[in-house]
């Protein structure tokens, strides 16, 4: 199964934007990019998802590098309420059920 | 509130002692799903069903088993519960129509084997 990287943990201040990167330099042509965030003591909640091009959604946006070895979530204006590990996530294209979640970013947001 | 509900919120347990944890769901949806999540693993998929009395394994299977005689609820159990099996255990279900690529999640049970 393809393996995503995230980085261990961001900080961002309040009211800005944040860019949360994710790589998966291994990843299929058929495999689909999945965010899910973890708010703390809830379970984990859908974000956005995409294939190749990039992706908008009233919680956020997900730009897809060209080669799609590496995309980002985009948060426009963080909020305190964004505070949470961020999961990135690849997921064959006819296989809901492989469903695999690395360690994820933690965000902190500043106010 | 995707109508997903886990009983028992909390359950500490002794060792060797057998533990069932709930899923229940208002959706009707067919697929269910058992994680755990331990500190430094994020979630691992323990189980999933795909319909009354169908399921399959996933990642981290041993010494977990799961059934679902009805739609609405996905059972899973620990036989004989170990110190390694304390962790968090999510449950979540996913659509078959419409938005099918979102899963939602329970709030979670912590169970702690001691």
């Known amino acids: 199964d393809a393996k995503t990287t995230q980085p261990n943990s961001m900080e961002s201040n309040e009211e800005e934007p944040v860019h949360l990167p994710c790589n998966h330099s291994?990843?299929?042509?058929?495999?689909?990019i999945h965010w899910y965030r973890q708010l703390p003591s809830q379970g984990p909640e859908y974000v956005i998802h995409?294939?190749?091009s990039n992706v908008n959604n009233r919680m956020a946006s997900l730009a897809i590098a060209e080669d799609r070895k590496s995309s980002t979530l985009i948060l426009h204006r963080a909020t305190l309420r964004d505070a949470a590990v961020y999961y990135c996530?690849?997921?064959?294209?006819?296989?809901?059920?492989?469903?695999?979640f690395g360690s994820g970013t933690k965000l902190n947001v500043k106010p | 509130d995707a109508g997903i509900t886990q009983s028992p919120r909390h359950k500490v347990t002794e060792t060797g002692t057998p533990v069932t944890l709930r899923c229940h769901q208002t959706?009707?949806?067919?697929?269910m799903y058992w994680y755990r999540q331990d500190p430094g693993h994020g979630l691992r998929l323990i189980h999933y069903?795909?319909?009354?009395?169908?399921?399959d394994k996933g990642e981290v299977s041993d010494g977990y088993s799961v059934s679902r005689s009805k739609t609405e609820d996905f059972l899973l159990t620990l036989e004989s519960a170990t110190s390694s099996q304390t962790s968090v255990y999510f449950c979540?279900?996913?659509?078959?129509?419409?938005?099918?690529?979102?899963?939602?999640f329970g709030q979670g049970t912590r169970l702690t084997v001691v």
């Open positions: 979540a279900i996913r659509p078959t129509t419409g938005r099918l690529a979102e899963a939602f």
């Open positions: 291994t990843i299929s042509g058929t495999d689909y």
């Open positions: 995409g294939l190749t």
């Open positions: 996530i690849l997921r064959p294209q006819y296989n809901f059920n492989k469903f695999y």
């Open positions: 959706e009707n949806h067919r697929y």
């Open positions: 069903s795909y319909g009354v009395k169908d399921t």
